[in-house]
């Protein structure tokens, strides 16, 4: 970003830490401060009228959480929730969307960040219709972990049955199955990727599709 855009925006943004489960915003609920992830893992659910969840997408140190404001729109139909605790940057988000309309370098990369978000939920959609628990808890482990920068994630069995849309006893044996056969280590919640290649070859091609999307825009190494 440009030196003159970057000191538009920085001279707000406020520190912040972002523990797991703060909710950055809630459905229909007018969205006030953007939040740029320095560290931890944004969940974005799709929820019903019951409060049932499933989760469509992630952001971590790639994008941020709030970008429909920037198009025009206060409010969102979805949760947006932190299920890896970590720490970001606040700022209003009127100040970012006065930055973005001015075009630019930063518009720019908010259309970048927009379209990897568009294939993440298509895929997302696709990994639930067509793909089994094993192959979509392989495909969500490695995405956490890309997204957070770590192969150690803090999760629990029932966190994972929701966001996959699956029983707690299905995703029980498909977690024990990954730990079998030496791909994960899991433990009290907490599971450490042993053998990302091996989880690679067991996930579904919708890892890849949505991995070579963001390698293409913003590498590997971000």
């Not at 030196?3 to 797991?20: G, I, K, W």
């Not at 150690?152 to 994972?160: A, G, P």
């Not at 299905?170 to 730990?179: D, F, R």
Request: contains cysteine; neutral net charge.
């Amino acid at each position: 970003m440009p030196e003159e855009q970057y000191r538009a925006l920085s001279r707000f943004l406020v520190p912040v830490d972002l523990p797991l489960g703060m909710r950055l915003s809630e459905p229909n609920q007018a969205i006030e401060n953007i939040y740029f992830p320095v560290g931890g893992l944004i969940s974005v659910d799709a929820l019903t009228e019951r409060g049932e969840s499933v989760e469509v997408g992630v952001i971590g140190r790639e994008g941020f959480a709030g970008v429909c404001v920037l198009l025009g729109h206060r409010q969102m139909a979805h949760s947006v929730v932190m299920q890896g605790a970590g720490s970001g940057l606040r700022i209003r988000a009127g100040i970012v969307r006065e930055e973005f309309l001015k075009g630019g370098v930063f518009s720019q990369l908010v259309h970048s960040f927009l379209y990897m978000q568009m294939v993440q939920v298509a895929q997302s959609v696709l990994c639930g219709r067509l793909h089994s628990v094993d192959m979509r808890m392989a495909r969500w482990m490695l995405t956490a972990a890309d997204r957070m920068g770590t192969d150690s994630l803090q999760i629990t069995q029932e966190f994972l049955a929701q966001m996959l849309g699956s029983r707690r006893s299905t995703v029980t044996v498909a977690a024990g199955q990954l730990q079998r056969q030496g791909l994960i280590d899991y433990a009290r919640g907490r599971v450490k990727i042993v053998d990302r290649q091996g989880l690679e070859a067991i996930s579904c091609e919708c890892y890849q599709v949505v991995r070579g999307t963001y390698d293409e825009l913003i590498g590997r190494d971000y």
